[in-house]
Every structure is written in structure tokens, then in C-alpha cells.
């Protein structure tokens, strides 16, 4: 297996416009999340699935944040719209029931 | 929800001296406590874990402890070497794997 796949790896654009991060997990795994890492604040759990459900989503700063996972080989990670503050590196992980493996993750830049 | 304490942020210790990192968690019902280490501008990798139901592991010069009463658990690197320079990060979890929930790392810097 790959990993946990990741896409894009590097992702700038302009405060305002929308953002979208996409993470494959490994293939089995039943626990998806998404993490978002600043200096400041380290490495923040924004949301998790189990089963393709969303099971906890306190860690999702504000609405401009959405997270889906239609399918058990598919998530993706919006913001919309962004703003400089959202700037950090976002991790996807997996897991199947001990480990996370974490995704080489998208550092986003919002100019 | 869960609340992962670590300490301390930073760690210099002189090649081949111990290094010692301790982390508390709040949910008892946390059963699965990982540590991953993070090298600069790379993913963090598990590098040692332990459940709930063991109270040390060991793996070559690293091993945790895990004190279920107190709810603190702390990984310790024996022979420290300059390429366990890296942020290392404790996590906590239940369900084996649901819900991993991070400290705020520790940056560790072994001096040659």
C-alpha cells in the first residue's frame, strides 16, 4: 500500500477564495482524521470518522470549515471561504484500530 | 473530550545522557497511548505505544511507562544520539485507535 495520499501537497491562494485538501486513506482502515499543525498551536484534531461517519467534529474551528467522506477511500477538507489565519499544514491520518498513519500533508498558504 | 498535557516543550540533553518526556491525559476511559516523532518538514511516525492494560514497554533504547491511577504516561530515550533530535508528540485514545487526541510536543535536541 501507498499510505495515506494526500493532495495537494502545496496549495496558495487568496484570502477569500475556497479551498479544498483530499486524502485517501489505506485501504482498510476504518478511522479517518484531519489535523491542522501551526507552531502556535500544534497539532489540532479537527474532525474524525469512523466508518465513513462523522463521529466528532469539535475540532472544526468555525463553518468555514466542512469535512466529507463519501466513501471509504475519500475525504476532503474545505474551507470556504479562507483566510490568512487558515495558513498551516493540514494532516489526514487512518487508522485501523491502533496506529494512525499519518498523510505526507498540504502545507496551505492564504496571501 | 479528552485533554493531552506534555512536558516539557523543549528538552537539550548531551549525546548519550537519558531523555525523559511525560504527558497526562484527562478521559480515563482512554485506553491507547501512542508516541509519534516528528522530524522538521516530515509526517509524524509512531515510534512506540502502549494500552491500557500494560504498565511499561520497551523497544532498544525507548520505552514508556504508563500509570493508569495517576492518568500520566512518559516516554524515555536511553543513549540519547543526534538523530533523535526531532518533536516528539504524546497522544491518547479510545476504542484502540478512535479519537487520537495530541499534546503540544516536546522538541528534543541531543548536543554532540
Known amino acids: 500500500d501507498a499510505g495515506v495520499i494526500q493532495s495537494p501537497r502545496h496549495e496558495v491562494t487568496e484570502m477569500g477564495q475556497e479551498v479544498t485538501l483530499r486524502c485517501k486513506p489505506i485501504?482498510?482502515?476504518?478511522?479517518l482524521f484531519w489535523y491542522r499543525q501551526t507552531m502556535m498551536r500544534g497539532l489540532e484534531l479537527l474532525i474524525y470518522f469512523n466508518n465513513n461517519v462523522p463521529i466528532d467534529d469539535s475540532g472544526m474551528p468555525e463553518d468555514r470549515f466542512s469535512a466529507k467522506m463519501p466513501n471509504a477511500s475519500f475525504s476532503t477538507l474545505k474551507i470556504q471561504p479562507s483566510e490568512p489565519r487558515d495558513s498551516a499544514v493540514y494532516f489526514c491520518?487512518?487508522?485501523?484500530?491502533?496506529?494512525?498513519?499519518f498523510g505526507q500533508g498540504t502545507r496551505l498558504t492564504v496571501v | 473530550g479528552e485533554n493531552v498535557e506534555q512536558h516539557p516543550s523543549t528538552l537539550s540533553v548531551q549525546e548519550g545522557d537519558s531523555a525523559v518526556i511525560k504527558c497526562t491525559y484527562s478521559?480515563?476511559?482512554?485506553?491507547?497511548f501512542p508516541w509519534y516523532k516528528q522530524e522538521l518538514g516530515k509526517r509524524p511516525q509512531l515510534i512506540i505505544d502502549i494500552r491500557s492494560n500494560v504498565g511499561e514497554k520497551k523497544d532498544q533504547r525507548i520505552a514508556v511507562t504508563l500509570n493508569k491511577t495517576a492518568k500520566h504516561f512518559s516516554l524515555h530515550i536511553t543513549e540519547t544520539q543526534p538523530e533523535d533530535s526531532a518533536v516528539y508528540f504524546c497522544a491518547a485514545s479510545y476504542n484502540y485507535g478512535q479519537n487520537f487526541v495530541f499534546g503540544p510536543g516536546t522538541r528534543l535536541s541531543v548536543l554532540p
Open positions: 491520518a487512518s487508522s485501523a484500530n491502533t496506529e494512525a498513519f
Open positions: 485501504s482498510g482502515h476504518n478511522s
Open positions: 478521559d480515563s476511559a482512554s485506553n491507547y
